[in-house]
């Protein structure tokens, strides 16, 4: 019993590439070249096609060299060719304490613990309970480019982030479009947190008179006629001279552009 343990436990983690640790290597159906994982062999292909996870057949065990069909551990020499399997995804994966699961709805695996994670029907993708009730459905919003760098989403190895106005981009992304002052959503424009604080010290500066003359009387030309909230989606009227010429009259946000008059019905 422990000679089969420790074959079994043979390599764990000695084994893989950059994108998984893993005692196989699996044949690509679309090509019959053999790679570490999925990922090498999307990077490798000079035409751009994709492998196709679920139509994996067979692995090729790294310790003994074996090919044969799918499994957690090899036919020949007993290794475990990964400590986590999927057999629906044809996954495999020794480093276990990334706490991957298969999940249902999303038809692949994730990683991060089931307990820490739901499915949110409408999105369409997994996200962390503690945006449950208290984000902004999009449908299908993962299954998206990054509007930063435009990798999918919905598969990416990369950490992702939901905006407040439900869009989603990779938090690597988020992190580097803040360091750029830019704190609206790239999709929407919506803005990306509460500004409040932001808006009344705004607020103020306009009730003394800080904007100089001449950039208060361009901006007042700039917007007269009617704006359109990035936040709130309301529109205002706003005419010259007026103080606070860009605020919504709505939601009291700065957020706003300058849009063409309604078209009242006849």
Not at 70 to 94: A, S
Not at 128 to 139: A, G, M, N, V, Y
Request: some cysteine; charged content about 25%.
């Amino acid at each position: 019993m422990e000679l089969d343990e420790a074959r079994r436990g043979f390599g764990k983690m000695g084994f893989g590439c950059k994108h998984y640790r893993r005692r196989c290597r699996i044949r690509a159906p679309c090509c019959s070249d053999v790679f570490h994982c999925r990922h090498c062999h999307n990077e490798s292909t000079k035409d751009g096609h994709e492998l196709d996870r679920h139509a994996v057949e067979s692995v090729i065990c790294l310790v003994c060299d074996t090919e044969q069909p799918i499994g957690q551990v090899c036919t020949n020499c007993g290794v475990c060719m990964g400590e986590y399997f999927c057999r629906t995804c044809k996954f495999l994966d020794d480093d276990v304490d990334k706490e991957q699961y298969h999940c249902k709805d999303c038809g692949i695996c994730r990683v991060g613990g089931r307990e820490n994670f739901f499915h949110c029907q409408k999105c369409g993708s997994c996200y962390s309970i503690t945006l449950r009730d208290k984000h902004r459905c999009i449908e299908d919003s993962m299954k998206n480019n990054c509007p930063i760098c435009y990798e999918y989403l919905f598969d990416s190895l990369r950490e992702t982030s939901v905006l407040r106005c439900g869009h989603t981009m990779h938090l690597q992304c988020f992190h580097e479009m803040l360091k750029h002052d830019k704190f609206t959503c790239p999709m929407c424009s919506m803005s990306i947190f509460d500004m409040e604080k932001f808006l009344s010290a705004l607020d103020a500066e306009v009730s003394i008179g800080f904007l100089m003359p001449s950039l208060l009387a361009y901006v007042c030309w700039l917007v007269q006629g009617w704006i359109v909230c990035n936040d709130c989606r309301d529109t205002t009227r706003v005419y010259p001279g007026m103080a606070g010429q860009r605020k919504c009259c709505h939601c009291q946000s700065y957020n706003t552009c300058r849009v063409a008059p309604p078209v009242l019905p006849a």
